[in-house]
């Protein structure tokens, strides 16, 4: 499944980030010959998954005519036998929880083509439709005006990863592939391509579109499809200019001439075999062009080619194009992708929306800012139209996908919009008319997502992993110049390896592996990069530091750097609310402390002090961390080398699981703390989510995705020591896996920050937040005024 899985990635980067529908095909034969219900033959013994989708109108992205792809092909279920037991196999197999009910006699539009299964009978316990009992695989007496379909319930499978659930109405028998072929000898070496001659996949090849009645809208479509947020208008009498030239120079080849002005033979000869070359035979093809298009009318808010009205070239007619060309377009990339565009202008990105949570460049949840505040969406009627226009105000294309059902992980805080209705057309999402809710209309599971179509950059030909035991894991080795080699694994940190997973289309890191000996070396090249250091944003390593010239102490080849990719992280977020309200002052005895003392979680002037006489001040609060993710957080360490404390009586799973700090003005330690994870479990979860982790009996520790863990105020540890603390205007600052020692899909909300005034005896908190929740400017004004943004201090 990997497999299939990383080929379909590949394919998506190909296809220059181009929206089609997710096809594997089966190879298994039908059971034509037996009309008794019996399992349907699995493609997942041949190493292939079967792919279902929901499709039809009118619907909801939650429901529709149910589709299955086999032998290369969508086609139906009959509704004969069909059942709720049905309706839930496959409602889970589309990553929804279960079904709410299901319809007959093509509620949703009749399909087209085969039938797949017919007298279909689950249990409902069966993990695909493919192991149900049927007729088999082709073999139906129905027509589709009995086609099945289904309605989910509208929540999604915690940590559920792929994307069956297809969006856009597109005929792909109309159009399937998309490009621009650039024309300017230039233009061929830079990518992104962002001006070219507007390409059709046909059949085996390549046609073009007539630009008789091409409008701005339709390449304002084709734009979008290929990753770039807004259209550019075209020089048209540069390239009838070039198309003059070309016309030209291939009727009136030159010749060698005698001195009587008579062609010699040789001249003959020549002009002969460069005429019958392969290479001119294809330059003259290309100037004649195969227009199999010639009329398309988008309104410009189609989000495929597709989907616009189109006016095929009748089989029999002949391919030309009178009074026209080929369709050029040009397209203005985002700022992400201005580098080698050679463009000087530069479009602004929107300030009040961003993108988080998700593996890859273009996909997130969608989060808004209000009142200097981040906060998300919720997904009541969230579909394409709506996501688009968040995908261009950030400086992608159109949407590939509107996601519902927190698919990118759950926000945390104020959610502001719901049922979003955007026309397409929109600047923002703010200009698009939508409601304002209460926390009973919507709740963090219905945060709505977005997946961005983006240029193809060609990114992934520069890298690659190698030795692993899949495609997701392997020692890195990039392309310097013409050679391959290895990098140095010094200074090799999860941020670096998030960018290499990130570049290959893997998703995110797992982990960074420092020592790759215990993978396959029998190819290992030599190191050809060292120094580097992301911020873990970048696109590829190349745009991270890095030395000039290889400098690595350790060089050999056990020491080269490596990845372990995954399509979901984890991501812890501590509860801000709950530290303000349970904050307080204890003056903890001396005698109390000796467990504390062992750990390290005292100032270092406790060291000195006259044990077991007098105290210690303690600043305590509870602190409760969620995981908000697409998968459980768990220690790096397997269990055999967790750490037992006696004094405690537990194990240290991570040695600094949180940060505690006091800090100044200007942003200078007072006072610290820290904690170990001594017991990283489920204290409890939200609806529908089971715990998976105790710590009680040397259980497994970690926390599950929609649990969250509970470090009360009156355990050891959960505290500052701020015995040595002078009053004054203070920042509190919590860290959670501040060493990002497990990874994570965000690191920027592990910080939490809190404003506090300390008068010797008693101290007031207000304004905790976590590290991101605010815009930048409040966070500026957050940190060089402490203390000072309420007034209302309590």
Known sequence: ???????????????????????????????????????????????????????????????GRVELFYKGEWGTIC???FSISNANVLCRQLGFVSATGWTHSAKYGKGQGKIWLD????????????????????????????????????????????????DAHVDENKVEEVRLRPVVVTAKKKLPVTEGVVEVKFKEGWVQICDVG???KNTRVVCGMLGFPHERKVNKNFYKHLKKRAAEKVSRPKVNVSAGGRQTPKAKANSKSKQSS????????????????????????????????????????????????????????????????????????????????????????VEVLKDNEWGTVCDDRWNLQSASVVCRELGFGSAKEALTGARMGQGMGPIYMNEVKCLGQEKSIWNCPFKNIS????????????????????????????????????????????KWGTVCSTGWTTKEAMVVCRQLGLGYSLHAITETWYWDGSNVTEMVMSGVKCTGSEMSLTQCQH?????????????????????????????????????????????????????????????????????????????????????????????????????HGHYHSMNIFTHYDLLNANGTKVAEGHKASFCLEDSDCQEGVSKRYECANFGDQGITVGCWDLYRHDIDCQWIDITDVKPGNYIMQIVINPDHEVAE???????????????????????????????????????????????QIS
Not at 123 to 138: D, L
Not at 598 to 624: I, T
């Open 439 to 482: 926390s009973e209309d919507c709740q963090h599971v219905e945060d709505a997502a977005v997946r961005c179509n983006i240029p193809y950059m060609g990114l992934e030909n520069t890298i690659r992993i190698v030795g692993g035991r899949s495609n997701y894991e392997g020692r890195v080795e990039v392309q310097v110049g013409s």
């Open 119 to 166: 007298n279909v009978l689950c249990n409902g316990g069966e993990k695909s439709i493919e192991f149900c009992k049927s007729r088999g695989w082709g073999n139906s007496d129905c027509t589709h005006d009995e086609d099945a379909g289904v309605v989910c319930k509208d929540e999604r499978i915690p940590g559920f990863v792929d994307s069956n659930v297809i």
């Open 79 to 81: 509704d004969d036998d």
């Open 1 to 63: 499944m990997e497999k299939s899985r990383r080929g379909v990635q590949l394919a998506f980067s190909l296809l220059f980030g181009l929206w089609l529908p997710c096809c594997l095909t089966q190879t298994t034969p039908s059971n034509a010959a037996s009309a008794t219900p019996t399992p349907s033959p699995s493609p997942q013994s041949l190493g292939e998954r079967l792919k279902v989708r929901l499709t039809g109108y009118p619907r909801k992205h939650n429901e």
């Open 214 to 216: 091409w409008t701005i």
């Open 745 to 791: 899909s965000d690191f920027t909300n592990n910080a939490m920050k809190c404003n506090c005034k300390y008068d010797g005896h008693r101290i007031w908190f207000h304004n905790c937040h976590v590290g991101d929740a605010f815009s930048e400017e409040a966070e500026r004004r957050f940190e060089k005024y402490p203390g000072q943004l309420n007034n």
């Open 547 to 647: 030395h000039k010239t290889v400098n690595c102490q350790k060089a050999a080849a056990k020491f080269s750097a490596g990845v372990i990719c995954s399509e979901t992280a984890s991501d812890l977020i501590l509860d801000a609310p709950l530290v303000q309200q349970t904050v307080y002052i204890e003056d903890r005895p001396l005698h109390m402390l000796y467990c504390a003392a062992e750990e390290d979680c005292l100032s270092k002037s406790a060291a000195k002090a006259n044990w077991p006489y007098g105290h210690r001040r303690l600043l305590r609060f509870s602190s409760q961390i969620h995981n908000i993710g697409r998968a459980d957080f768990k220690p790096k360490a397997g269990r055999h080398s967790w750490v037992w404390h006696a004094c």
């Open 278 to 365: 392969p290479g001119k035979r294809l330059y003259l093809e290309r100037q004649k062009n195969h227009f199999h298009i010639h009329s398309v009318a988008c309104t410009g808010t189609e989000i495929h080619l597709a989907a616009c009205p189109l006016e095929f070239n009748k089989p029999n007619a002949t391919s030309t194009c009178e009074g026209g060309m080929a369709a050029v377009v040009s397209c203005m990339p985002g700022p992400l992708f201005m580098q080698n565009s050679g463009m000087k202008k530069k479009l602004k990105t929107s300030s009040n929306v961003r993108l988080k949570g998700g593996a890859r460049l273009g996909e997130g949840r």
